[in-house]
């Protein structure tokens, strides 16, 4: 390191550059391009050239979706650690790390308020928190989304994004799959609309239980949903699967996916499937 490296790193110049460049640029997943950080969010997270969706957080999509004003719901709390986890890291420090990163206290976030002036409940599984992993936290706020839904009597629309059930948690995580079960058993019974929006990643457990239960299921993009991972169901099966297995796209195809639909489209196309579903819910 010269001179002139050091003095101006020292002075801050280095430091700037780096973080100006960062906050600038980034670059998409599937093509490889670099964009624009402000050309990306203005287009929603979505690649303006190959269209690839990114990943967001619960507020940004919660924002994204329902109309302004809508109410925040109060994480439930639950009993955190239950099996004195450890592995690697400790439990409690994993949590502490991804609370640390993220405004909320687990993977679920749900809001009430109204779509396109159409009264709706949105639950949101956040990614970036563990994995959106399902734990009793999430089990427990999809129930809380579930309830507010009952007692508004409206649409309950939940948007997943998870890797599955969280280890760290065991039996119980698994418990949380009848749980949500129950709770789209109750909303069927009143009569209200269960909405569910895939986005990328949607597997394990959250897919064998809550996620495939909609009335009706829409998918962005591109977006990877299914069970097992390709790579254990090849092993399993001892045959290539199709092209784009496990794909938005594929399983639309196939009939597990009712529509594909664009970020840009999501909120109008929720908006009018609630009006098809429960016409007299218009503001």
């Given amino acids: 390191m010269n001179w002139f490296t050091r003095v101006r790193n020292s002075l801050g110049f280095g430091e700037e550059k780096k973080t100006s460049e960062k906050d600038l640029w980034i670059k998409c997943k599937s093509c490889q391009e670099m964009l624009f950080v402000q050309e990306y969010e203005d287009n929603l997270h979505v690649c303006p050239r190959c269209e690839h969706h990114g990943r967001i957080n619960a507020d940004t999509r919660l924002a994204m979706l329902l109309d302004e004003g809508f109410e925040l719901l109060p994480q439930p709390q639950v009993t955190e650690d239950p099996l004195k986890f450890k ?6 420090d994993r949590l502490k ?4 990163s993220n405004p909320h206290e687990d993977a679920f976030s749900v809001g009430s308020g109204a779509i396109e002036g159409r009264p709706a409940v949105v639950g ?4 970036g928190f563990m994995g959106g992993s399902m734990g009793m936290a999430v089990g427990m706020a999809f129930c809380a989304g579930a309830e507010r839904a009952l007692t508004r009597k409206c649409p ?7 890797g599955g059930a969280r280890m760290q948690e065991g039996i119980l995580s698994l418990m949380q799959m009848p749980r949500a079960t129950v709770m789209t058993r109750r909303l069927k019974t009143a009569g209200l609309p269960y909405i569910v929006v895939l986005t990328d990643p949607t597997t394990g457990g959250v897919t064998a239980s809550y996620a495939m239960l909609g009335d009706v299921h829409i998918a962005e993009p591109g977006a990877l949903i299914g069970f097992a991972g390709q790579r254990v169901i090849q092993d399993t ?7 784009g297995f496990q794909r938005a796209e594929y399983l639309h195809k196939h009939g597990m996916v009712d529509m594909v639909v664009h970020r840009k489209e999501l909120k109008q196309t929720l908006a009018d499937v609630i009006g098809y579903l429960q016409p ?4």
């Fill in 280 to 283: 007299q819910a218009a503001a």
């Fill in 124 to 127: 949101v599984q956040d990614f």
């Fill in 87 to 92: 592995d690697s890291k400790k439990y409690t």
């Fill in 237 to 243: 099966i001892r045959e290539q699967l199709p092209e």
């Fill in 97 to 100: 790390a991804a609370r640390a």
């Fill in 156 to 162: 309950y629309i939940v948007i997943t994004a998870a």
